[in-house]
């Protein structure tokens, strides 16, 4: 096994995460040690899902960019054939210019 160093954490984050391992039950050292595991694990298991879609075809051609313009603009409709204002939803809204 290999050991690994962070260095400068701030402290009121190693608190967080010192009050968290202790919540469970867990020493700040295995906490951590479950957190790193866990995300190694997700960022393979991602990139194996992304490799299975590699190459294909069979989808859109849009960039990530493009699609969230295009869902943008579907929510910009429905809003306004619901007849709400793009400002319904903004509490901080005072009306001043």
Same mark, same amino acid.
């Given at each position: ?8 954490v701030?402290?009121?984050?190693? $608190?967080? +995460?010192? %009050? @968290?391992a202790?919540? =469970? &039950? @867990?020493? +700040? @050292?295995?906490? /951590? +040690?479950?957190?790193? %595991?866990?995300?190694?694990? *997700? ?6 899902? /992304?490799?299975?879609?590699?190459? *294909?075809?069979?989808?859109? *051609? +849009?960039? =990530? &960019?493009?699609?969230?313009? /295009?869902?943008?603009?579907? *929510?910009?409709?429905? $809003? =306004? =054939?619901? &007849? !709400? #204002?793009d !400002? #319904?939803? #903004? #509490? !901080? ?5």
């Open positions: 096994m290999v050991a690994l160093q962070i260095r400068d701030p402290e009121e984050v190693r $608190d967080v +995460l010192a %009050t @968290q202790k919540i =469970r &039950g @867990q020493s +700040l @050292q295995a906490y /951590l +040690l479950e957190m790193v %595991t866990m995300e190694a694990r *997700r960022a393979s298991t991602v990139g194996r899902i /992304l490799q299975q879609f590699e190459g *294909r075809t069979d989808g859109s *051609r +849009l960039t =990530r &960019g493009a699609a969230g313009r /295009l869902v943008d603009g579907a *929510r910009a409709g429905r $809003d =306004r =054939r619901a &007849g !709400h #204002d !400002h #319904d939803d #903004d #509490d !901080h809204d005072t009306g001043a210019p």
